[in-house]
């Protein structure tokens, strides 16, 4: 059972670039999220999505775009790279709801943005 | 903005000892009150977790104390081990979807 896959494990960026991150998981999970992680500043939610076609902004969205087209894959796209995305980013999912609120993570993808 | 802060941001305990990390949140609304445990390179994962309707939770060594009135609640892990070493985070949602969490603490356990 693969869980949550997250590709790429390693990016380089110039500032400007554009790049997406893919993030897809096999359970079937209906709730599924972006995080960046940041020393000294823990988790924070950039984007969710609570199902295919449905999604919103969280701590700190702008310069991330997000879509949900089938329940299986949430990617999150940086449209024009900055320094300040450098970062660890994590997708993470769940079956949502009360009781069902376990966050599934993924092993992170590190970027860095030159 | 709705913060959980949590401290200290690092912790050094001898094998054996417990561990006690802390987390403080401002909004009563919060009705989730997980701990997330990540080992480097890896995503965390869940460890323990809590609603509010309960002042204490038990799972082998980790326990979750947690009081309401004060909006503070606690890791407690009892005979720390090396295996133990890694970072914690402890957060907290109003529901399932939107999770504030802490900064984290980076535990070491020494041998």
């Known amino acids: 059972n693969a869980g949550v896959t997250q590709t790429p494990k390693f990016q380089v960026l110039k500032t400007g670039q554009s790049m997406t991150l893919q993030c897809a998981q096999d359970?079937?999970?209906?709730?599924m999220s972006w995080y960046r992680q940041d020393p000294g500043m823990g988790l924070r939610l950039i984007h969710y999505s609570v199902g295919a076609g449905i999604t919103d902004q969280g701590e700190v969205p702008n310069g991330y775009n997000v879509s949900r087209s089938t329940t299986e894959d949430f990617p999150l796209r940086l449209l024009s790279a900055a320094p300040s995305q450098t970062s660890v980013y994590f997708c993470?999912?769940?079956?949502?709801?009360?009781?069902?609120?376990?966050?599934?993570f993924g092993s992170g993808t590190q970027l860095s943005v030159l | 903005q709705q913060q959980v802060k949590q401290s200290p941001q690092s912790l050094i305990v001898q094998k054996g000892g417990i561990s006690i990390i802390n987390c403080a949140y401002e909004?009563?609304?919060?009705?989730?009150f997980p701990w997330y445990q990540q080992f480097p390179g890896k995503g965390p994962a869940l460890l323990i977790a809590i609603r509010p309707d309960v002042s204490e939770k038990k799972e082998g060594r980790f326990t979750i104390s947690f009081n309401k009135s004060a909006k503070q609640f606690s890791l407690h892990i009892m005979d720390s081990q090396p295996g133990d070493s890694a970072t914690y985070f402890c957060?907290?949602?109003?529901?399932?979807?939107?999770?504030?969490f802490g900064t984290g603490t980076r535990l070491k356990v020494l041998a």
């Open positions: 993470a999912s769940s079956y949502g709801g009360t009781a069902n609120e376990k966050l599934f």
């Open positions: 359970m079937n999970h209906e709730y």
């Open positions: 909004n009563t609304a919060f009705d989730y």
């Open positions: 957060a907290a949602s109003k529901g399932a979807y939107k999770y504030i």
